[in-house]
């Protein structure tokens, strides 16, 4: 899709009537669809963060006078006292990397589960006329013009030099851009510290 076709449709979308209802239906559906995966998840994160100093204290007690694991009787209790040594890096491992690979999966799960309905909901408000389109925001701001074949401004039409091509293609740039932000129905000079500022 091209961005000024998106922006247009974007304009359409923040202006329909039914955006908050439909915005509202979505936003249940993501909430009621909590698989047990994301429980799970949460769960056993908050498991490996509590048995930080649960290890801590288990280690402490090994090597104190009353535990005296390490004075102890030979290789069975030097194999076990390796053990939870073991155990506490591994612990600590996970406690630092499960935040991150655990939420990953989990919200990649959730989207899998989520997506079905919201189409079934987007299909039903495309027929009432309101279609969901990506952030312009987020997106490369020039774009190719058929009739003239040459790559153009997509808020203004505009020709554009090299160097402001090479801005324009990089996505999330438009932020910096009051030609965009004009497109996109703000023209308040408060919410335009810049008036354009190409970085």
Not at 107 to 120: G, M
Request: hydrophobic share 40%; aromatic share 10%.
């Amino acid at each position: 899709m091209k961005q000024s076709t998106r922006i247009r449709m974007y304009r359409e979308y923040c202006n329909h009537p039914l955006k908050k209802e439909y915005e509202n239906k979505k936003s249940v559906i993501i909430k009621k669809n909590k698989s047990i995966d994301y429980y799970l998840g949460r769960g056993a994160i908050a498991f490996f963060w509590i048995m930080i100093p649960g290890f801590g204290v288990i280690f402490a007690a090994c090597c104190s006078h009353e535990g005296a694991i390490i004075k102890g009787n030979g290789l069975a209790d030097l194999g076990l006292f390796l053990l939870i040594i073991l155990l506490g890096v591994v612990n600590l491992i996970a406690a630092l990397y499960a935040p991150f690979s655990i939420l990953e999966k989990i919200n990649e799960a959730q989207e899998i589960v989520n997506r079905k309905e919201i189409d079934k909901l987007k299909e039903e408000y495309a027929q009432k006329g309101l279609y969901e389109v990506h952030d312009p925001a987020k997106e490369s701001c020039s774009e190719y013009d058929d009739d003239i074949e040459t790559i153009v401004c997509s808020a203004t039409r505009e020709y554009l030099t090299l160097p402001e091509i090479n801005w324009c293609e990089v996505k999330g740039n438009c932020i910096h851009c009051a030609r965009f932000w004009r497109s996109m129905g703000i023209d308040d000079p408060d919410l335009l510290p810049y008036e354009i500022t190409k970085r």
